[in-house]
Nanobody
């Protein structure tokens, strides 16, 4: 069983919203910065958003700033990505990631654990 399990992807029209969830094991959640990445067909995996250990600091890719929100629910060991005003270019497989670096990273190479991914498709 995976230590990071994503859910919440799907098909949505442009301008719509989705919320992704990432359930983590307690050991990982309590000691890690958490992040979301995405990968579209034929493209490299790109950073979307991160929440530093403890949730005190969050940061975003410029492409999603103001539209996406990353948050944590400590009682559920779960990280969320609320995605609003979705655009067709947001279509990708979205991955949850965790790292013991307390501040996280914008580079996918900085992460130790990955979920299996969840597909988000935005139609025009």
């Amino acid at each position: 069983q995976g230590q990071l399990v994503e859910s919440g992807g799907g098909l949505v029209q442009a301008g719509g919203s989705l919320r992704l969830s990432c359930a983590a094991s307690g050991r990982i959640y309590s000691t890690s910065a958490m992040a979301w990445f995405r990968q579209a067909p034929g493209k490299e995996r790109e950073f979307v958003a991160a929440s530093a250990w403890g949730g005190g600091s969050v940061y975003y890719a410029n492409s999603v700033k103001g539209r996406f929100t990353i948050s944590r629910d400590n009682a559920k060991n779960t990280v969320y990505l609320q995605m609003n005003s979705l655009k067709p270019e947001d279509t990708a497989v979205y991955y949850c990631a965790a790292t013991t670096d307390p501040y996280g990273s914008r580079s996918y190479e900085g992460y130790d654990y990955w979920g299996q991914g969840t597909q988000v498709t935005v139609s025009s």
